[in-house]
C-alpha cells in the first residue's frame, strides 16, 4: 500500500511562505507528477513528503497514518534525486545493495533483491561494472535500482532526468512509466518539463507559487484547464493568447487558442497574416503569423504545406476549442 494524503500542509522559511496550505490526496499505485516552474515549490513539497523538511503546519498521512513527526528512514519511501550519488569505487553490484547492507539485510535477501531489480532494469551484464564505466542512462538506473530493492511504499523522482541528453532523456521516460506499469508502486515524479508530465502522469499537480492551481488527467488538464496559468503551461507547443478587441468578440478579456486548434489556409480565412518563422519538423511544421490587431500566432499545421517567410496566409480558429478568460485569469465557461 501507499496512498499519501497531505492535510493542510504549510512550509515557511522564517517570514517567507514558500507553500500555503495545501490539501492533496495521491491514491496507492498513482503515478502522480508535480509540475511548475522553477521556484514554484514542487521540490519542496516532496522534500516534505519525504521528510527530509519540517512541515511547519498540516499533516502527512502514509497509508492512513499520520508520518508528520516521522524520520525519512521509518517512512518507507525511497527518493531518487536529479544526481546519482553513486559510489565511484563500488560495483553496481554493490551500489545497489547498498541500503540493504547498511539495514543489516541477510545476504542471500540481498542477492535475491539486487538480482530482481537488475532484471528489471536491463542492468544484470552490468552488475560487475562501476559507475564510472557506464553511460548517464545506465547510472540513473543504477539510482532507481538502489530504490527498488527497498520495497518502498512510494517512489519519489526528483528531477531524474535533467542531466540527461534529449535522447536519453526519452528512453528513460519510457522506462520509468513501465516500471511503473510492472511494479505498480506509488510514484511522484517532479518536474518542470510538461511533456514529461504529459506522457508519464496518470495525475498531475500543477504548482505556482506553492499553491496548486489545478489537479487532474493529462487530458483535463490540457482540454479544460480552469485558468490561465494552467492553460499556457500545459500543451506544447504554448497556447496561444489574444486580448483586445478579439477577446472583446468573445466576451472575455483574452482568449486561449492551442497551435493545433488552428487552420491555415492561402486562400481564405477568419485572421489575415504574414508568415515569419517556419519550423519545418517533417510531420509537423510550426508556423509564426504576424496578424494586425491580434498578434504573432503560431500554427502547428501538416509537414506537407509549403509556407515560406513573408507568404500572405489566412487563419481560422476552431470555435469549439477556443478558451475564454476573465481579467484575473480565470476560465469563463
Known sequence: MGSITLEKVHKTYGNVEVIPSIDLTIDDGEFVVFVGPSGCGKSTLLRLIAGLEDVTDGAIRIDGGDVTEVPPARRGLAMVFQSYALYPHMS??????????????????????VEAAANVLNLTPYLDRRPGQLSGGQRQRVAIGRAIVREPKAFLFD????????????????????????????????????????????????????????????????????????????????????????????????????????????????????????EHLGSDTFCYVHVEGVGTINVRTSGEVAVSHGDTVWLTPAEANIHRFDRQGAVIR
Do not use: C
Open 92 to 113: 553496481v553490484r554493490r551500489n545497489i545493495a547498498f541500503p540493504l547492507k547498511m539495514a543489516g539485510t541477510d545476504t542471500a535477501e540481498i542477492d535475491r533483491r
Open 159 to 278: 528531477e531524474p532526468l535533467s542531466n540527461l541528453d534529449a535522447a536519453l532523456r526519452v528512453n528513460m521516460r519510457l522506462e520509468i512509466s513501465e516500471l511503473h506499469q510492472s511494479l505498480k508502486t506509488t510514484m511522484i515524479y517532479v518536474t518542470h518539463d510538461q511533456v514529461e508530465a504529459m506522457t508519464m502522469a496518470d495525475k498531475i499537480v500543477v504548482l505556482q507559487a506553492g499553491r496548486i492551481e489545478q489537479v487532474g488527467s493529462p487530458l483535463e488538464l490540457y482540454r479544460t484547464p480552469v485558468n490561465r496559468f494552467v492553460a499556457g503551461f500545459i500543451g506544447s507547443p504554448k497556447m496561444n493568447f489574444v486580448e483586445g478587441e478579439e477577446a472583446a468578440r468573445h466576451g472575455a478579456h483574452a482568449i486561449g487558442i492551442r497551435p493545433e486548434h488552428i487552420a491555415l489556409s492561402k486562400e481564405t480565412g477568419l485572421w489575415k497574416g504574414v508568415v515569419g518563422v517556419s
